[in-house]
């Protein structure tokens, strides 16, 4: 047998990984069918919920009533209890319209669409995260952090000079991907906290970096080498964003951006696209996060600047700001940075209440 194993004919292997990506991409396919399908039945049982008590002038008994009759029926099932049928009537009643459920709410998880109904109440909001949720794949304590930190109000709110050093169409998805500000509250720092400690701390939790940078962010390193005119320079942190196709490099500082920020930046990305750039990349783009920033001092420094550069604040959870139990149950500067940090979540997904 491992004799017959071991005659592998020409182009097999290339066969065997195409076989394997068919059938993830099938069980991928299988997997939103089933979701879709789930989706649709709590919408339409909701729905029916609605048009009945609207009509007929039901009462609330009559889930209970339905609750215990499809228990009753579906044993051993999940998703008929009563908190799930009122979940079922709350989320017809927020998605009227059966084309968004189909486009939209009908590729995510029961658990997601519960975040979304209990934590938001503008449609448009709730329609914003539900699209995003889509496009980015957020597990439902992804989505609770990302409602909670209100990305929908930091999202492309970066200041740029985009408009001006990157041609229009990836002018705006550069602006899209950036925030303002960032938030780093998965970290517990104190007040006086320095840059290196900073980075360490962000490179100790890159996993949570990478989530808050968004989606296509691919970390490359941390003060990353740059050898110009026999001089060692360094970035802090370098990405490559696959929509963009290009490098990103980021400069952390402790205090308030000072104009100088942004020459050095510039810096950094001639070095960057002249010596590390390949050629089908697009040209490398900075950001420069900062503790403050005054809009006009970043405007006038980035008006004369070429290189595409943007300028947001970041937020972190100050150690020194909280109440002392609860900052001695967060993890310090130096066990972050010896990866003695808190654990990840467990992801919550669950269609019972």
């Known amino acids: 047998m491992t004799d017959h194993l071991a005659e592998i004919p020409g182009g097999y292997s290339d066969w065997l990984a195409e076989v394997k990506a068919r059938i993830r991409e099938a069980r991928l396919r299988a997997s939103l069918s089933v979701n879709a399908e789930l989706i649709g039945l709590y919408w339409r049982i909701g729905h029916d919920i609605l048009s009945r008590q609207g009509r007929h002038g039901w009462g609330a008994k009559v889930v209970d009533r339905l609750a215990a009759d499809l228990r009753a029926e579906f044993e051993g099932a999940r998703g008929f209890s009563r ?8 989320f017809a009643e927020a998605w009227p319209d059966p084309s968004i459920v189909q486009r939209v709410v009908g590729r995510i998880p029961w658990g997601q669409n519960i975040e979304l109904l209990t934590k ?23 989505l609770a952090a990302q409602i909670q930190t209100r990305l929908h109000e930091r ?12 041609p229009p169409a990836e002018s705006d998805l550069a602006q899209k991907i950036l925030k303002d500000p960032y938030q780093f509250d998965f970290l517990s720092l104190a007040e006086n906290v320095r840059e290196r400690d900073l980075e360490h701390a962000l490179v100790t939790r890159v996993k949570d970096l990478l989530l808050e940078m968004g989606k296509g962010f691919t970390f490359i390193g941390s003060q990353h080498h740059l050898e110009i005119g026999g001089q060692d320079w360094y970035v802090d942190l370098l990405f490559y964003h696959r929509r963009l196709r290009c490098l990103i490099a980021v400069d952390l500082k402790i205090g308030a951006f000072r ?54 604040e970041y937020k972190l959870l100050l150690a020194d700001a909280l109440p002392a139990a609860l900052a001695a149950a967060l993890p310090t500067a130096e066990e972050i940075e010896s990866g003695m940090a808190l654990p990840d979540d467990d992801e919550i997904d669950s269609y019972d209440t």
């Open 83 to 90: 908190a799930n049928l009122l979940y079922m009537r709350s």
């Open 120 to 142: 938001l109440k503008d449609p448009a909001i709730r329609l914003w995260y539900a699209e995003a949720t889509v496009e980015h794949g957020w597990s439902r304590p992804v």
């Open 155 to 166: 999202q492309g709110q970066a200041i740029t000079n985009f408009s001006r050093a990157l």
């Open 259 to 312: 104009p100088e920020h942004a020459g050095k930046m510039n810096f950094y990305l001639a070095a960057l696209d002249d010596r590390e750039r390949e050629p089908e990349d697009n040209p490398s783009i900075g950001l420069i996060l900062c503790r403050e920033r005054n809009r006009v001092v970043v405007e006038y420094a980035l008006r004369s600047v070429s290189s595409p550069i943007g300028v947001a």
